[in-house]
């Protein structure tokens, strides 16, 4: 694994605004970033040719209303570098009431679906997505079930018969 | 939608409940003539809110839910999965545990691989291959049974260590396997790789250039299929695997026959792993000796009330790691495998995010099959070698 330490204050010299918190915890990098500055960062980071981050391993939600009482949500980039073999974590925070974000599918192709599950699980909206639509629960579904505030059993009726007549009307 | 003329163009349902789409994957195909304009695929038949029923387990609890996401390789998802707990613990399993690891993580994915070959000539219409792959699922199910007590969701490996050491006769069982094996790759590939039949329908067959599979986030054999050599077992060795000595198999034109090809190679060299790893097994414990945080030794809790003590508290109230975040990812049989947990220090998870490679790797099914005939739908399905447990999780 090469030195991922540099990639924090190099992004804080192209992008000064941008950069809110840069943290190692376990060997792990992680740079949060304003919420205004993702597009860019993560066109910044995918073709500058020392970060080199060409893949996009994970994109996910995360909602930190229990965690602290900030109540945001949060959008966390997994990011690697075949070249390079090096990882970085980008954390985004965006505020619950107005889950919105720019979309990254224009840098890396395969965030089409991570974002469309984030939106299904979490109702974060991805700006200048293609086609966010749910993509894991059935038709008809209301409510983002990985909400801390939505319940385990879930809050739909009892049968998905229901949820399909209700598709029907 | 470029690839529309004036002909009308037809939209068709393929699945869920389709033998060819590897569970219940549905695709909406819109063809104009034989030929595929897009494909669409829908998933969520199998989602059972893995990630929201993690926060309400505890650390331990949540390893028998891993066997349920790619149920063909449950080894590698328990794995993947103990391994980011372990860092966020910042504990190291004992050596001869993360060998018995290795041994039975390269097993599953033999046995997923040849799972894959199975079905993927079935589809393509090779029955013969079928029966002879399950002959030797058999019999890595008795050596999955003798080690874990189960053939199908091992749930074997526990945070620290595995779940119990290697019984009497289990090497001996995997040593007469693994000196078989070979023979056996030879007789699958007498009947496909140079059968006329089988290279017409895979050759120049859904193909993705390396560029393509890398923005699309292709992992595992269907990105080495596309001549990209990334292999996370060399790239960011976990378990000892940097003490293997095994190479990375990889394609040139990206198409199913490439990914054939890497799918057949890796099984050869899965099989030199675990007979390296049974070589070179060291003596010690199999699971590490931190009672905060790893059961006590099984055998133990019949002698010790202590120990009893310490399995009951570890069972009833769960283990509290720090406050923090990690991702750790593994090489499991069909590609990355990553898990991104968060711990808020308290007994539950409080947030478990599952990267599973199947997902990913079926975004770029429709790229593969745009402009392609009906037919190969079923080749390019079948050579990503998809599972949808974890893709609906």
Same mark, same amino acid.
């Given at each position: 694994?090469?030195?991922?330490?540099?990639? *924090?204050?190099?992004?804080?010299?192209?992008?000064?605004?941008?950069?809110?918190?840069?943290?190692?915890?376990? *060997?792990?990098?992680?740079?949060?970033?304003?919420?205004?500055?993702?597009?860019?960062?993560?066109?910044?980071?995918?073709?500058?040719?020392?970060?080199?981050?060409?893949?996009?391993?994970?994109?996910? *939600?995360?909602?930190?209303?229990?965690?602290?009482?900030?109540?945001?949500? =949060?959008?966390?980039?997994?990011?690697?570098?075949?070249?390079?073999?090096?990882? %970085?974590?980008?954390?985004?925070?965006?505020?619950?009431?107005?889950?919105?974000?720019?979309?990254?599918?224009?840098?890396?192709?395969?965030?089409?679906?991570?974002?469309? =599950?984030?939106?299904?699980?979490?109702?974060?909206?991805?700006?200048?997505?293609?086609?966010?639509?749910?993509?894991?629960?059935? =038709? *008809?579904?209301?409510?983002?079930?990985?909400?801390?505030?939505?319940?385990?059993?879930?809050?739909?009726?009892?049968?998905?018969?229901? %949820?399909?007549?209700?598709?029907? =009307? | 939608?470029?690839?529309?003329?004036?002909?009308?163009?037809?939209?068709?349902?393929?699945? &869920?409940?389709?033998?060819?789409?590897?569970?219940?994957?549905?695709?909406?195909?819109?063809?104009?003539?034989?030929?595929?304009?897009?494909? #669409?695929?829908?998933?969520?038949?199998?989602?059972?809110?893995?990630?929201?029923?993690?926060? /309400?387990?505890?650390?331990?609890?949540?390893?028998?839910? #891993?066997?349920?996401?790619?149920?063909?390789?449950?080894?590698?998802?328990?794995?993947?999965?103990?391994?980011?707990?372990?860092?966020?613990?910042?504990?190291?399993?004992?050596?001869?545990?993360? !060998?018995?690891?290795?041994?039975?993580?390269?097993?599953?994915?033999?046995?997923?691989?040849?799972?894959?070959?199975? #079905?993927?000539?079935?589809?393509?219409?090779?029955?013969?291959?079928?029966?002879?792959?399950?002959?030797?699922?058999?019999?890595?199910?008795?050596?999955?049974?003798?080690?874990?007590?189960?053939?199908?969701?091992?749930?074997?490996?526990?945070? @620290?260590?595995?779940?119990?050491?290697?019984?009497?006769?289990?090497?001996?069982?995997?040593?007469? $396997?693994?000196?078989?094996?070979?023979?056996?790759?030879?007789? !699958?590939?007498?009947?496909?790789?140079?059968?006329?039949?089988?290279?017409?329908?895979?050759?120049?067959? @859904?193909?993705?250039?390396?560029?393509?599979?890398?923005?699309?986030?292709?992992?595992?054999?269907?990105?080495?299929?596309? @001549?990209?050599?990334?292999?996370?077992?060399?790239?960011?060795?976990?378990?000892?695997?940097?003490?293997?000595? $095994?190479?990375?198999?990889?394609?040139?034109?990206?198409?199913?026959?490439?990914?054939?090809?890497?799918?057949?190679?890796?099984?050869?060299?899965?099989?030199?792993?675990?007979?390296?790893?049974?070589? #070179?097994? &060291?003596?010690?414990?199999?699971?590490?000796?931190?009672?905060?945080?790893?059961?006590?030794?099984?055998?133990?809790?019949?002698?010790?009330?202590?120990?009893?003590? /310490?399995?009951?508290?570890?069972?009833?109230?769960?283990?509290?790691?720090?406050?923090?975040?990690?991702?750790?990812?593994?090489?499991?049989?069909?590609?990355?495998?990553?898990?991104?947990?968060?711990?808020?220090?308290?007994?539950? &998870?409080?947030?478990?995010?599952?990267?599973?490679?199947?997902?990913?790797?079926?975004? @770029?099914?429709?790229?593969?099959?745009?402009?392609?005939?009906?037919?190969?739908?079923?080749?390019?399905?079948?050579?990503?070698?998809?599972?949808?447990?974890?893709?609906?999780?």
């Amino acid at each position: 694994m090469a030195d991922v330490s540099t990639i *924090g204050k190099k992004l804080k010299q192209k992008f000064p605004q941008a950069v809110t918190k840069v943290k190692t915890f376990r *060997g792990e990098l992680t740079i949060s970033i304003d919420k205004d500055y993702i597009g860019r960062v993560a066109r910044f980071l995918h073709s500058d040719k020392a970060t080199d981050f060409d893949y996009l391993s994970d994109l996910c *939600g995360v909602d930190k209303s229990r965690l602290d009482s900030s109540d945001t949500f =949060e959008v966390v980039y997994h990011l690697y570098s075949l070249k390079q073999n090096h990882r %970085v974590r980008l954390k985004v925070e965006i505020p619950a009431s107005n889950p919105s974000i720019d979309t990254v599918t224009n840098v890396w192709k395969t965030a089409d679906w991570h974002e469309r =599950e984030a939106y299904d699980m979490y109702g974060i909206i991805f700006e200048g997505h293609p086609n966010l639509e749910r993509i894991l629960t059935p =038709e *008809g579904f209301e409510g983002y079930p990985l909400r801390k505030d939505y319940p385990l059993k879930g809050r739909q009726p009892n049968s998905l018969r229901e %949820v399909y007549r209700k598709g029907e =009307e | 939608m470029t690839a529309a003329t004036t002909q009308q163009v037809m939209t068709i349902n393929m699945g &869920p409940q389709h033998p060819s789409t590897h569970g219940v994957l549905r695709l909406i195909l819109e063809m104009d003539g034989e030929t595929v304009v897009t494909a #669409t695929p829908q998933i969520g038949f199998l989602h059972r809110g893995v990630e929201k029923l993690a926060e /309400h387990k505890t650390y331990h609890q949540f390893i028998t839910l #891993t066997d349920r996401l790619d149920y063909l390789a449950p080894m590698s998802n328990n794995l993947g999965y103990v391994l980011a707990v372990e860092k966020l613990l910042n504990i190291e399993a004992p050596k001869r545990s993360q !060998y018995i690891r290795i041994i039975l993580c390269e097993l599953t994915r033999i046995s997923s691989h040849l799972l894959w070959l199975a #079905t993927h000539a079935l589809d393509i219409g090779a029955m013969t291959v079928f029966f002879y792959c399950f002959r030797e699922r058999e019999t890595l199910n008795d050596i999955f049974e003798m080690a874990a007590g189960a053939r199908m969701n091992l749930s074997y490996v526990r945070i @620290g260590g595995v779940a119990r050491d290697l019984p009497d006769g289990f090497i001996e069982k995997v040593r007469e $396997f693994v000196n078989d094996f070979p023979a056996r790759i030879r007789d !699958y590939e007498t009947l496909l790789t140079k059968n006329k039949i089988w290279l017409m329908r895979t050759k120049d067959v @859904g193909v993705i250039s390396a560029e393509d599979a890398i923005n699309y986030g292709l992992s595992g054999p269907s990105i080495r299929g596309s @001549g990209v050599k990334w292999d996370i077992r060399k790239s960011e060795p976990y378990s000892s695997y940097d003490e293997m000595d $095994f190479i990375v198999p990889v394609g040139q034109t990206g198409d199913v026959y490439d990914r054939y090809n890497v799918r057949m190679e890796e099984m050869r060299q899965s099989n030199e792993i675990v007979r390296q790893a049974m070589d #070179t097994i &060291p003596k010690g414990e199999y699971i590490t000796d931190i009672p905060d945080v790893a059961m006590p030794q099984k055998e133990n809790l019949k002698k010790s009330m202590e120990a009893l003590i /310490h399995h009951f508290k570890i069972v009833t109230e769960g283990i509290c790691p720090p406050v923090g975040e990690v991702y750790a990812c593994v090489e499991a049989p069909k590609g990355e495998l990553g898990y991104y947990v968060v711990s808020d220090g308290t007994k539950n &998870p409080y947030r478990i995010k599952i990267r599973p490679p199947s997902f990913v790797n079926l975004e @770029g099914l429709q790229k593969m099959i745009e402009g392609r005939l009906l037919a190969d739908v079923v080749a390019v399905i079948g050579s990503l070698d998809i599972v949808l447990g974890e893709i609906d999780r």
